[in-house]
C-alpha cells in the first residue's frame, strides 16, 4: 500500500502528530507534509504540531507547522502521525471532523484510530514506516533529512533494539540524497546547551536506586526548572541517561507540569514492559520506552508505579 492512493482525491489535507513532539514526531510529520505537497501541488496541505525544539530547524519548511487551529474547518483527510487521536492537542477536533481520517504509527499501545489504520508495532519509528508508504524515487533530500531525523531519535542512533534490518536498510537509502547525517545526529542528537547538561546532571546527581538497585528514579520540580530557565524540551535525554546505569533495569524520570501532576517517562532495558505499566495509569509506549502522566505526590506516584514493575521483577 502506497500513502499517494489513500490521498490522490483530496482538495485539503491535514497532518499533525502528538504534543511534546519528538524527533520521531517531527520527522515523520514533517516527512510526509513535505512529500504530499510535492505530490499534491494543487492540494492544500496542512501541518499542525506544538511548537518543536529549535534543533529541528534543520528541518525544511519547519516554520510552516501552525499552531493556531480553526476548528470550524474540515478537511477531506486528516493523518494523524506516531500516535492515536487521545495525544492530538488542539487539532483533535479537525481528527474527528474529517471526510478521512488516517492513522499510521508504531505503538504496541495503540489499537488505530480513525478510517485506516496502519499500526506495525514492530517498526523502529513511524518515520521507517512512512519511508514504505512513500514512492522511493519521489523522495528528496528535504524529505529524506525529515524521515532520517525520526529514524535516528527513536533509535537511539541505530542502536536500541528496535532497530531491524529494514531500518538499516533505509536508513542507508536515506543517507544516499546527500544531506550532511553526521552534523544532524550531532546538533540534533548529542548536542545540549549548558543549563540542559547541568540540569541532567543534578537529576543524575539526586537519583535514588531501590528494588535491589534494579530500579533507579529523579526528578526534576516546577523550581529547578525555574531556576535553570528550562521547559520540558530542555528535559530530553534524562531517563536515557538514567537507565545506562548498570544492573539498573528500570529507569523512571519525572518531571513537574502542575500542582501534584507530573510527566513520567520509563525506560527499561527489556525485563520489564513499560508500556503496559504507562497503560494503567493512562499512558502508553514501547515495551522499552513508555510514558504517562500521574496525578498525585512525586513518592505516592513511585509506589504506584513501583507494584506494577516489582510484580513483572517477582520482586516481593
Ligand atoms: P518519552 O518518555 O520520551 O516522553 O516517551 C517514550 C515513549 O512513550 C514515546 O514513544 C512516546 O510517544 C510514548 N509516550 C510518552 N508519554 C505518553 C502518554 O502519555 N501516552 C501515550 N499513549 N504514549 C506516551
Ligand atoms: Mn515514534
Redesign the pocket.
Known amino acids: 500500500m502506497k500513502i499517494i492512493d489513500e490521498v490522490k482525491n483530496a482538495a485539503s489535507i491535514a497532518i499533525s502528530g502528538?504534543i511534546?513532539p519528538?524527533g520521531d514526531c517531527v520527522g515523520s510529520v514533517m516527512g510526509l507534509y513535505l512529500y504530499l505537497k510535492k505530490e499534491l501541488p494543487g492540494a492544500e496541505v496542512d501541518v499542525f504540531l506544538e511548537k518543536p525544539a529549535e534543533i529541528f530547524d534543520c528541518i525544511s519548511h519547519i516554520e510552516e507547522i501552525k499552531s493556531e487551529i480553526n476548528t470550524d474547518k474540515i478537511y477531506d483527510v486528516f493523518i494523524v502521525l506516531?500516535?492515536?487521536d487521545?495525544?492530538l492537542g488542539d487539532a483533535g477536533p479537525l481528527f474527528e471532523n474529517a471526510g478521512k481520517r488516517i492513522n499510521i504509527d508504531h505503538?504496541i499501545?495503540?489499537p488505530g484510530c480513525g478510517d485506516v489504520r496502519i499500526v506495525e508495532a514492530d517498526r523502529s519509528s513511524t518515520a521507517e514506516l512512512l519511508y514504505d508508504l512513500m514512492d522511493a524515487d519521489k523522495i528528496d533530500r528535504e524529505i529524506a533529512t525529515a524521515l532520517y531525523i525520526g529514524i535516528i531519535h527513536d533509535t537511539g542512533v541505530l542502536r536500541y533494539s528496535n532497530t531491524s534490518p529494514r531500518t538499516l536498510q533505509v536508513a542507508a537509502e536515506l543517507i544516499k540524497y546527500g544531506f550532511d547525517f553526521s552534523d544532524i545526529i550531532q546538533k540534533t542528537f548529542y548536542e545540549k546547551t549548558y543549563v540542559q547538561t547541568q540540569i541532567m546532571g543534578r537529576a543524575v546527581l539526586e537519583s535514588v536506586r531501590f528494588m535491589n538497585n534494579r530500579c533507579i528514579v529523579s526528578m526534576v520540580s516546577r523550581r529547578m526548572m525555574d531556576f535553570y530557565q528550562v521547559g520540558p524540551k530542555d528535559l530530553e535525554g534524562i531517563?536515557n541517561q538514567l537507565q545506562v546505569v548498570k544492573d539498573v533495569d528500570c529507569a523512571i524520570f519525572m518531571y513537574e507540569t502542575g500542582t501534584l501532576e507530573y510527566k513520567v517517562?520509563?525506560r527499561s532495558n527489556g525485563s520489564v514492559d513499560v508500556a503496559s505499566v504507562?497503560m494503567k495509569f493512562?499512558?502508553?509506549?514501547?515495551v522499552r520506552?513508555?510514558?504517562?502522566?500521574m496525578n498525585g505526590t512525586y513518592h505516592d506516584n513511585i509506589n504506584n508505579l513501583s507494584k506494577g514493575i516489582a510484580e513483572q521483577l517477582n520482586i516481593k
Open positions: 502528538h511534546r519528538d506516531d500516535c492515536a487521545d495525544r505503538h499501545s495503540n531517563v517517562s520509563l504507562a493512562g499512558g502508553g509506549g514501547h520506552a513508555a510514558g504517562c502522566t
